[in-house]
């Protein structure tokens, strides 16, 4: 399609596209992953998060939410994946809990890992957590160089992050014994490119030049939300940026988006369809829900989903979700 250029992003319409490319109504399936984001501190502040995280966050989720969301987990059945997400999860001081209790209850975990984390002192202990409980690590590594990681997450992170690598490597990750998965974003307003090949070269340049195995890449694009939509604000490549997204939307993307089988809770306890609404405070099927208002998750099942133009972040291209490329 041919997108105009308009000045904000609630000129762009998401679902007006998804009709146009039979593709609406965008509805919920029950859910199978669980997204806890835990918080909103972190011991970065990058670029491009979409969560607006970084070390002067108080946003924190409380004990008593944390056992409410274990309490949910247990009486939904259908969810087998808990997929723990920040800021820096592991700075919540209910990290260990709920991953200790997901396991307990059988299901997988996932934890969104910035690496620089695992060698903040006093926090040696995470990746002995880690492989005990067997989780699966999904890790911010935005480049294979020094210069492009530095430029976006800070100086001296990709050194770290190679650090960081180099020990859960020598745990069992990443080496085919436990799952380690790197996540790339691009470094500014363009689209991922092609995942396989992106990862054979992450594969080859991080292998040659520092030692280090992963899993898995998978290809993320930037949102057009919080930090990285006011940066684009501020160098006037806000409009350009969406142009890209919507002049790319791919129909093939919708079936997979992550909104389908994936609930998100908040810090606070309150439901959203993805984490990226969550951040935009847009509620799940834009009616205001909480943990505390629900006895299981079988309430949403087939509920509309809330859309906004961000939405064009995860159907441009090839697609972006928590889970790389989607076509």
């Not at 998804?18 to 835990?38: E, F, G, K």
């Not at 491009?48 to 949910?72: N, S, Y």
């Not at 990443?174 to 991922?192: H, K, V």
């Not at 799940?284 to 133009?309: E, K, N, Q």
Request: aromatic share 6%.
């Amino acid at each position: 399609m041919n997108a105009a250029q308009p000045t904000t992003l609630a000129d762009y319409d998401f679902d007006r596209v998804l009709s146009r490319s039979a593709c609406a109504p965008l509805c919920r399936r029950m859910p199978t992953t669980m997204q806890v984001n835990v918080g909103k501190l972190c011991n970065q502040a990058c670029h491009h998060c979409h969560v607006d995280a970084g070390p002067k966050r108080t946003e924190q989720m409380t004990r008593a939410t944390a056992q409410r969301v274990l309490e949910l987990l247990a009486s939904s059945a259908e969810i087998t994946t808990v997929d723990i997400t920040g800021g820096a999860p592991e700075l919540n001081a209910n990290f260990q809990l709920i991953v200790e209790r997901a396991r307990e209850l059988g299901r997988a975990v996932i934890v969104r890992c910035n690496l620089t984390v695992t060698l903040v002192p006093r926090m040696e202990w995470l990746p002995e957590l880690y492989k005990r409980n067997r989780v699966t690590l999904v890790c911010s590594l935005p480049c294979y160089t020094a210069a492009n990681t530095d430029r976006q997450r800070g100086d001296g992170v990709f050194d770290k992050s190679i650090v960081a690598l180099r020990n859960l490597n020598a745990l069992g990750f990443g080496t085919g014994e436990l799952r380690l998965d790197l996540a790339y974003n691009p470094l500014g307003p363009s689209l991922p490119p092609d995942q396989h090949e992106l990862e054979a070269t992450y594969h080859d340049e991080l292998e040659r030049n520092f030692g280090v195995h992963f899993d898995h890449l998978l290809t993320i694009a930037n949102m057009p939300i919080e930090r990285f939509a006011r940066q684009l604000e501020r160098e006037g490549r806000l409009a350009d940026y969406m142009g890209l997204l919507v002049n790319h939307f791919n129909p093939a993307t919708v079936e997979g988006l992550m909104c389908r089988d994936l609930v998100s809770i908040g810090w606070d306890g309150r439901l959203y369809d993805c984490d990226f609404n969550q951040m935009l405070e847009i509620p799940l099927g834009r009616a205001p829900r909480t943990i505390f208002d629900i006895d299981d998750l079988s309430v949403i099942d087939g509920a509309l989903i809330a859309t906004g133009s961000h939405c064009f972040g995860c159907t441009a291209g090839a697609g972006s979700s928590c889970s790389g490329a989607l076509a």
